[in-house]
């Protein structure tokens, strides 16, 4: 740990030696006089807030506040001659490094080895609007941003509990990305507390390149054949807090407009917070729905598939192709163009600008798909049939789920184009497997409370409950 010198002088070399002083044009110093005593101030152009530290050096280098000429103590000087709250001494380089990059400033001071810590910053932010993929008709319409103090703030406002903390920790040895573990004390597991600090800690990384998503790929490590997601995240503030207090705990990365919940478990993709905004009846059903989405969006072409191409006695009994028998070829390639195409259309819409997302979505739906048809690339039966899968797909409340399941079907999908109905029956028991072996961080059981089995928790998952029954009279385990 490199200490600071009492000598001004060669605290400002080390500092250009570490700092791009006069290379980075936003990296700003300042000359100051302290009465007689030399300062020297850093900062960062557009972290600090200028009429903040104008306020502060016009005090400090006022003859009416400067009654000694010399400095004798640092600590006294601080607290009698700056008047701004957030203020602190540190005599380490690294500590004082990491806080310009930061966004506090710095001010070191001729005769002393210890430097001020202003913490004066502020940081560009765009408004606490509602998410898109979270959209409720009813309910709270702000979200999380990219600055994690205003996300800590949404929390705090609608928990206002003394037992609510939140703790920093640095993860990356060269983005130093601010990381808040979020939890209410009495009622989180403390063991897998614990586990969490100590893997922070011992991450070896350079940066969360991409924020939350980076930051779950280091705490549960997947193998391919698992694409469900791990770690369950939210960009709701109310949604986060609903889950703080059954006793979850929250991960918030800064730079990062969601927040991670731990521990995860497979039901927690099969909520929405709409449900809670309608009345039971309401939200019950539309709860089931979204269960019974899940099993057309990924059994509905497969099946399709496998009846039309291999069983055609069904297909004519079940009426469904009305323009007769096709080839097996035939229908695999209709499928899978179709699946593809639609994916394609899916993609492109949600990816441009929304000026043109809904043309797209028409053009793609009504004129191509007619011309497929036309050109003999697909039926209006397996058009259908895929729109019906399309549609169970996003009304899924998780994307990455979704996606998950989406991935998992084209799997069955060519399994039983391959191996026929042994295909289907055996792409369904590998999807399985990779559904029970998804990994969760510190091994918590990713079907609780299926197993381990908790009714009370169960039924409170699978039912919307009214609020005064809803609530549980303890946390739940979740091992």
């Not at 390149?209 to 549960?220: A, C, D, I, N, R």
Request: one cysteine or more; hydrophobic letters at 45%; proline letters at 5%.
């Amino acid at each position: 740990m490199r200490k600071l010198s009492s000598q001004i002088d060669e605290n400002i070399e080390t500092a250009k030696e570490i700092l791009p002083i006069g290379t980075s044009f936003d990296m700003i110093t300042r000359d100051l006089f302290l009465g007689e005593t030399r300062g020297y101030w850093i900062g960062i152009n557009g972290f600090c807030r200028t009429e903040i530290l104008q306020q502060i050096f016009s005090d400090l280098q006022n003859p009416l506040y400067m009654k000694d000429s010399c400095i004798e103590d640092i600590r006294h000087y601080m607290n009698a001659k700056i008047g701004y709250a957030q203020v602190s001494l540190t005599e380490d380089w690294d500590e004082i490094v990491k806080n310009i990059l930061s966004g506090p400033s710095v001010l070191l001071i001729d005769g002393f080895d210890q430097a001020i810590i202003m913490d004066v910053r502020t940081y560009p932010a765009r408004g606490i609007d509602e998410p898109d993929t979270e959209k409720v008709t009813r309910g709270s319409r702000d979200g999380f941003v990219e600055t994690m103090l205003f996300n800590t703030n949404l929390i705090r406002r609608r928990i206002r509990s003394p037992r609510l903390t939140f703790e920093v920790k640095s993860v990356g040895t060269e983005s130093k990305t601010d990381v808040a573990i979020a939890y209410v004390k009495g009622s989180v597991n403390e063991e897998l507390l614990d586990t969490l600090r100590k893997k922070l800690d011992s991450l070896e990384v350079t940066s969360l390149t991409m924020g939350t998503k980076s930051l779950e790929e280091l705490l549960v490590h997947k193998r391919w054949y698992n694409p469900l997601p791990s770690l369950h995240s939210t960009e709701r503030p109310d949604v986060a807090c609903s889950y703080l207090m059954e006793g979850y705990i929250l991960l918030i990365v800064d730079n990062s407009p969601e927040t991670l919940i731990l521990p995860c478990t497979i039901f927690q993709f099969t909520q929405s917070p709409e449900d809670y905004y309608k009345s039971p009846v309401v939200g019950n059903y539309f709860r089931l729905v979204r269960f019974g989405c899940i099993f057309i969006s990924l059994l509905l072409m497969p099946l399709f598939l496998l009846i039309t191409a291999y069983y055609p006695e069904l297909s004519d009994k079940w009426k469904l192709l009305t323009s007769g028998r096709i080839p097996p070829i035939n229908l695999i390639f209709y499928v899978l163009i179709v699946e593809f195409g639609l994916d394609l259309f899916k993609n492109s819409a949600s990816l441009s600008s929304s000026r043109f997302s809904g043309s797209l979505s028409i053009v793609g739906g009504l004129i191509i798909g007619d011309i497929a048809v036309s050109l003999n690339w697909a039926t209006v039966e397996v058009l259908f049939y895929a729109s019906i899968t399309l549609l169970t797909s996003v009304a899924l409340s998780s994307m990455e789920f979704g996606d998950a399941i989406r991935v998992y079907r084209i799997f069955i999908i060519l399994m039983t184009a391959v191996f026929r109905l042994w295909g289907f029956i055996g792409g369904l028991i590998l999807v399985l497997l990779s559904v029970i072996t998804t990994p969760t961080f510190a091994g918590a059981s990713y079907f609780w409370p299926l197993y381990p089995f908790n009714w009370a928790a169960l039924k409170t998952l699978l039912l919307r409950y009214p609020t005064y029954r809803a609530q549980p009279s303890h946390v739940w385990k979740h091992r």
